[in-house]
């Protein structure tokens, strides 16, 4: 069977100094799929755009914010992570300066600095835990991996770098 993946971005805002993420907690929609937890910014390619389009787009509308510079730090393949078991293909990106300043909230929650050294205290994805290591350090070549879930939750992780 072919996979036909939903193609995504999950973007990360670095504030200016680097030691803040500005993160959606996810606390406005009843119903939810990720009600309560926190998350980086994106969604959904559409047809007529490229990843970093969709990413540049995604961040404005999410955040009100114009990214200026942003980096690819690696894709994700998430088989049956979706509400009804859809695989979904992300591509993860660190925005490293942007212009504007970031809306209080959106309509999947409010919009918060987290430094980077307290997101192991938050609420995500427990998936979550194992890349956004792989999102902040210092090794410049972008990880692929894959992490299977089912019925919300993961069963493995591996990934490799070039």
């Known amino acids: 069977m072919p996979y036909t993946p939903i193609v995504a971005t999950l973007g990360y805002v ?6 803040q993420v500005l993160l959606v907690h996810r606390n ?11 998350n980086g910014l994106g969604g959904k390619i559409e047809a007529d755009e490229d990843v970093l389009a969709g990413m540049r787009r995604e961040i ?12 690819l730090r690696g894709t994700i393949s998430w088989p049956g992570f979706g509400k009804h078991g859809e695989d979904w293909l992300g591509f993860i990106f660190v925005v490293t300066r942007f212009r504007g300043t970031p809306l209080d909230c959106n309509p999947e929650g409010t919009l918060e600095w987290v430094a980077l050294d307290r997101l192991d205290a938050l609420p995500m994805w427990e ?3 194992e890349f956004l290591p792989l999102v902040f350090d210092a090794d410049p ?6 992490m ?3 019925e919300g939750r993961m069963l493995s992780w591996q990934y490799s770098r070039l």
């Open 14 to 19: 670095l504030s200016p100094d680097g030691r």
């Open 28 to 38: 406005a929609r009843p119903g939810d799929q990720h009600l309560g937890k926190y």
């Open 60 to 71: 404005s509308e999410e955040a009100g914010i114009a990214c200026e510079a942003m980096s």
């Open 127 to 129: 998936g979550d835990r």
């Open 141 to 146: 070549r972008p990880f692929h991996g894959v």
């Open 148 to 150: 299977p879930y089912r």
